[in-house]
Each structure stands twice: as C-alpha cells, then as structure tokens.
Nanobody, 120 residues
Framework: QVQLVESGGGLVQPGGSLRLSCVASGSIFSIDAMGWYRQAPGKQRELVAVMRKPASTNYADAVKARFTISRDNAKNAVYLQMNSLKPEDSAVYYC??????????????WGQGTQVTVSS
C-alpha cells in the first residue's frame, strides 16, 4: 500500500519562510510526477507546483519566484521551499504524486494535508 505523508506546516509571519516535505512510502517502483496543491477555506483546490522527471517544473503564477519545488528521488520525497510568504498563501497544502507500484499499477495519490498559516 502506498501513502504520502506531509510535514513542515505551521504559523509564520508575512515575509517569512517555511519548508514543506512529503515522503511516499509503500510498494513503490517509480514515481512520475510529484507536486503540491493548496486549498484555502471557501476556495477550490489549486496547483502550487509540480515536478516531473527528470527535472521539469510548473509553478502557479501566484507563487513563482517565491516558492521552489525540489525532489529527492532516492527518498521518494518532494519538498516545497516557501519564501516571502503572504497572508493569501494561507491554506492546507496537499502533496500529490503519480506512482507506479511494484505490481506495475499507476495511480494518483494524495497526502493528508498540512496547514500553513501566514499571519502577523
């Protein structure tokens, strides 16, 4: 069974930084895309950043130049470095990944989410 676990969320002041981590575990053969989504109260879940092998990245316009996504494929992990945080960045951040299992099944997985709150 495959699962994604996020960590690193918390409360930070405007202009501050936070680093989110997500680690996939289970019967994993390979991971194609790994990325981050976020959902604020009353709003639709939106893509924040995604990274595909070998190193292709996409960022939402609202976070480009401030956030950086990275991966450690040996650890089945993806990270999101968030700098110059704004109150509008406050949301639950979810890890997402397209994963091939050792049984050669490809499925999409979501983590449980980690809360990020940007406030003075």
């Amino acid at each position: 069974q495959v699962q994604l676990v996020e960590s690193g969320g918390g409360l930070v002041q405007p202009g501050g930084s936070l680093r989110l981590s997500c680690v996939a575990s289970g019967s994993i053969f390979s991971i194609d895309a790994m990325g981050w989504y976020r959902q604020a109260p009353g709003k639709q879940r939106e893509l924040v950043a995604v990274m595909r092998k070998p190193a292709s990245t996409n960022y939402a316009d609202a976070v480009k130049a401030r956030f950086t996504i990275s991966r450690d494929n040996a650890k089945n992990a993806v990270y999101l470095q968030m700098n110059s945080l704004k109150p509008e960045d406050s949301a639950v951040y979810y890890c997402n990944a397209d994963i091939w299992s050792t049984a050669f099944r490809r499925d999409n997985y979501w983590g449980q989410g980690t809360q990020v709150t940007v406030s003075s």
